[in-house]
């Protein structure tokens, strides 16, 4: 379940919508403690919270607009609010995300051992590299390139796979009180890493985490980011049109990660989507309805162009998207493509796509609406045809459709026997992924 610790995590806009609390709970950790029990309350995987550093400053080269409609500002630092909410559940998974760009691995390797010593196993990393440029106005280094940010990344995970996997044996700490040893130092060890990015010598500040590594998610849909994916990630979002474009690209990913090396049934793809379900067909077209209302085309336009790293508005509207050089999160461009791959998209194309909401119909580019029993039958098209393994459902609206997930959606794909009606006490959540001996 998608979510961010800001009033609008995604649509912008819908933190209006009456009876929703994300635009005051963001900050409240009654707020997020109430939602992870909700949503383990059903069974749910885990609560993935989305992260930026920077405001989206591109569009009419400000951040006004983005601050006035609060695209992703403000919010807070997610990683308190999961040590917190992890007491208030025992089962739920979280994913947290964190920058390879502006953080070092050696602090990562830290906070993510405590957050799995902390949930006892229920931590997973989305791993981003970060893609606005006014993060960097802020102390956080240089701007890098959209490759050269791969580039460091891919380094980057080799310290802090050596800190978690390498640094401490099993069995270092022994806690022998009569001898007045906690930990064996023959077992612990230095990583002497030294690479054209990273210095690094250890050895890991934590003993070993009941996960060691956690959950590795990562979301990148450029060519070089799937690249990064194959060799890294056990669980990679995708955001596809339709089941049936969507077989292609998972077909797609499932090649690079054998190229990589690795059993390509050894990651998970997880479809992004909006879910909007209602209780009947007249309540989800209320909902609908709702939804066009609140739109806000500026906020959007706001959050589209720091994502493209380019400003709709400054350009005419026959320009080429592709002609227009950009650093920005190529994810994005790829996305286009992907919605349709034989359209040359235009800069008015895309100010006409982004400042409108999406259509509210059953079979909707990444969208989920309908019914319970409607949704549960798209989804199980996308299952069999686009051979996903799951989802990362994104609700509309922010609490009210986490909700409508929960007691609306859930029980009709639990009946289907498509989804689990308890947990399995104890496992960790990589072990809720890829089985008990994971």
């Known amino acids: 379940m998608f979510t961010e610790c800001s009033p609008s995590p995604q649509f912008v806009g819908m933190w209006r919508a009456p009876g929703d609390a994300t635009g005051t709970g963001y900050r409240s950790l009654d707020y997020w403690a109430a939602i992870a029990r909700r949503l383990e309350a059903a069974c749910v995987d885990a609560l993935f919270f989305a992260d930026i550093h920077g405001t989206y400053d591109v569009y009419q080269g400000s951040w006004a607009t983005a601050v ?93 796979r050596a800190l978690w996997e390498r640094s401490w044996d099993d069995g270092a700490v022994v806690r022998d009180v009569d001898g007045d040893v906690f930990t064996d130092p023959s077992r612990v060890r230095a990583i002497d890493h030294q690479g054209e990015w990273f210095t690094v010598r250890g050895p890991h500040q934590c003993e070993p985490s009941p996960q ?20 890294h990630a056990e669980v990679i979002f995708l955001t596809m049109a339709d089941p049936q474009s969507g077989a292609e690209t998972v077909g797609r990913l499932r090649r690079r990660v054998a190229d990589a090396g690795r059993d390509p049934r050894s990651v998970r793809a997880l479809q992004g989507t909006m879910v909007m379900v209602g209780a009947d067909r007249a309540d989800a077209k209320r909902k609908a309805a709702q939804y066009h209302e609140l739109w806000s085309p500026e906020g959007q336009l706001a959050k589209w162009c720091g994502w493209m790293d380019i400003d709709l508005a400054a350009y005419p509207d026959d320009t080429p998207v592709d002609e227009v050089k950009n650093q920005g999160s190529q994810s994005f461009l790829g996305f286009l493509r992907g919605l349709s791959p034989e359209r040359s998209w235009t800069i ?28 549960a039958d798209r989804m199980e098209q996308w299952l069999e045809v686009a051979d996903v393994d799951g989802f990362n459902l994104i609700p509309c609206s922010p609490s009210d459709g986490l909700g409508d997930i929960c007691d609306l959606l859930i029980p009709e794909l639990q009946r289907r026997g498509m989804f689990r009606t308890a947990y399995r006490k104890g496992e960790t959540l990589r072990q809720r992924y890829f089985g008990p001996d994971a």
Do not use: K
């Not at 807070?76 to 040590?83: E, G, L, S």
């Not at 229920?122 to 970060?130: A, D, Q």
């Not at 060691?212 to 060799?231: D, E, K, W």
């Open 348 to 375: 008015g194309d895309v100010r006409y796509l982004v400042s409108r909401p999406r259509r509210a119909r059953r079979d909707a580019p990444m969208t989920l609406f309908g019914t319970a029993e409607e949704i």
């Open 68 to 160: 006035r409609h609060a695209v992703q500002i403000p919010s807070i630092d997610p990683v308190p609010v999961v040590a917190a909410a992890a007491m208030a559940t025992t089962d739920l998974g979280f994913a947290v995300t964190y920058s390879t760009t502006y953080h070092q691995p050696y602090e990562c390797a830290r906070l993510f051992s405590t957050l799995d010593h902390l949930t006892r196993g229920r931590i997973g990393w989305n791993i981003v590299t970060s893609y606005l440029r006014s993060a960097t106005d802020n102390g956080l280094g240089e701007y890098l390139d959209h490759d050269l940010r791969y580039d460091r990344a891919d380094e980057y995970m080799e310290v802090v």
């Open 212 to 231: 060691r590594t956690p959950v590795l998610y990562q979301a990148g849909a450029s060519g070089r980011g799937m690249a990064f994916a194959a060799r």
